[in-house]
């Protein structure tokens, strides 16, 4: 990974902060998005201590919000003449249902909407990084969501499970449809499932769900196991040219039939757009 640029979000804790870590180790430089500045600094203190060889640098959103994640996109985009590999990691579950600023459900915006306009403001560098690859952490949660486009918001009957569920599949399907985009460009987009590790996730939930979350968590894997995939998928000669797969345990696995469908992944990305106020 020596010369190698990185942007990658999440990477203040669990998964993304083991996987920033251990890139760094392998000689990338880090660029990462938190949205707060002592556990950013905090980051990139442990970056420059673990490999001090390489200028880490952090930038600042809450990534809930379209305006934070398009402005930092362009300050990204900005700074980095070429980025080698994008990691969209940043992901959270909310027991109750709550509203952006934009109008978005908080979990849909952040764990869905995010990925898509970070990705779509740093095209460009990434192009220019080829051969470049994207990853999406998603879930095997894709399993409990259902991808109902009259209901993208999940105003109807919001579950927290489920609406953290539908952002995963959107995960899957949003790089499923970047796959067959960047086709012959030398950009790929491959996605995984961590496995169930015992990170901050879920303690900032809310009500009876982060309890749940916390109990289960006794059994979880430790970051460091869960980061394997994506530092697999990040750094590995192995999967240089697999686009659009679905990676669990460092291996091609077989996502739910809903998170296989191409037409879906389509309108799920014009949808997107259309909700993002990019013209297609
Ligand atoms: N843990 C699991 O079992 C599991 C299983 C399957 C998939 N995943 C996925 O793995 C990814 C990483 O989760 P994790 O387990 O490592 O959880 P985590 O320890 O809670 O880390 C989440 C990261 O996302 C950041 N983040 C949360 N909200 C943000 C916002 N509004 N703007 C910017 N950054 C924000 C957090 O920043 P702060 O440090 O500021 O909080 C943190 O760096 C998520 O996409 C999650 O869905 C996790």
Same mark, same amino acid.
């Given at each position: 990974?020596?010369?190698? +640029?990185? &942007?990658?979000?999440?990477?203040?804790? %669990?998964?993304?902060? /083991? *996987?920033?870590?251990?890139?760094?180790?392998? $000689? @990338?430089?880090? +660029?990462? &998005?938190?949205?707060?500045?002592?556990? %950013?600094?905090?980051? /990139? *203190?442990?970056?420059?201590?673990?490999?001090? $060889? @390489?200028?880490?640098?952090?930038?600042?959103?809450?990534?809930?919000?379209?305006?934070?994640?398009?402005?930092?996109?362009?300050?990204?985009?900005?700074?980095?003449?070429?980025?080698?590999?994008?990691?969209?990691?940043?992901?959270?579950?909310?027991?109750?249902?709550?509203?952006?600023?934009?109008?978005?459900?908080?979990?849909?915006?952040?764990?869905?909407?995010?990925?898509?306009?970070?990705?779509?403001?740093?095209?460009?560098?990434?192009?220019?990084?080829?051969?470049?690859?994207?990853?999406?952490?998603?879930?095997?949660?894709?399993?409990?969501?259902?991808?109902?486009?009259?209901?993208?918001?999940?105003?109807?009957?919001?579950?927290?499970?489920?609406?953290?569920?539908?952002?995963?599949?959107?995960?899957?399907?949003?790089?499923?449809?970047?796959?067959?985009?960047?086709?012959?460009?030398?950009?790929?987009?491959?996605?995984?499932?961590?496995?169930?590790?015992?990170?901050?996730?879920?303690?900032?939930?809310?009500?009876?769900?982060?309890?749940?979350?916390?109990?289960?968590?006794?059994?979880?894997?430790?970051?460091?196991?869960?980061?394997?995939?994506?530092?697999?998928?990040?750094?590995?000669?192995?999967?240089?040219?697999?686009?659009?797969?679905?990676?669990?345990?460092?291996?091609?696995?077989?996502?739910?039939?809903?998170?296989?469908?191409?037409?879906?992944?389509?309108?799920?990305?014009?949808?997107?757009?259309?909700?993002?106020?990019?013209?297609?």
């Amino acid at each position: 990974m020596h010369g190698k +640029v990185v &942007v990658i979000t999440g990477a203040t804790s %669990g998964i993304g902060q /083991v *996987a920033a870590e251990q890139l760094a180790g392998r $000689g @990338a430089r880090i +660029v990462q &998005v938190a949205r707060d500045k002592s556990r %950013g600094e905090a980051a /990139v *203190a442990r970056l420059r201590a673990r490999a001090p $060889g @390489a200028a880490h640098r952090v930038h600042y959103a809450d990534l809930s919000r379209m305006a934070d994640t398009k402005r930092v996109a362009a300050e990204i985009a900005s700074a980095e003449p070429r980025i080698d590999v994008l990691i969209n990691n940043a992901g959270a579950l909310f027991s109750t249902r709550r509203v952006t600023e934009d109008g978005l459900e908080l979990t849909f915006a952040l764990n869905h909407m995010a990925y898509f306009l970070l990705t779509h403001g740093l095209h460009e560098r990434v192009s220019a990084g080829a051969p470049a690859r994207v990853i999406n952490t998603a879930s095997s949660s894709h399993r409990r969501g259902r991808l109902d486009f009259d209901d993208l918001q999940s105003a109807r009957d919001y579950r927290g499970l489920a609406a953290y569920g539908l952002s995963k599949l959107c995960n899957i399907l949003f790089t499923r449809e970047l796959a067959r985009r960047c086709a012959g460009t030398g950009v790929t987009a491959n996605s995984l499932h961590p496995g169930f590790v015992a990170t901050r996730f879920g303690d900032q939930s809310g009500g009876l769900l982060s309890y749940g979350v916390r109990l289960a968590k006794l059994f979880g894997l430790s970051s460091e196991k869960g980061a394997e995939t994506l530092v697999y998928l990040a750094s590995s000669p192995e999967v240089a040219t697999i686009s659009g797969g679905y990676f669990y345990k460092c291996q091609l696995a077989r996502p739910t039939r809903e998170a296989q469908d191409d037409a879906a992944a389509r309108r799920l990305w014009s949808e997107t757009e259309r909700l993002a106020g990019l013209g297609s």
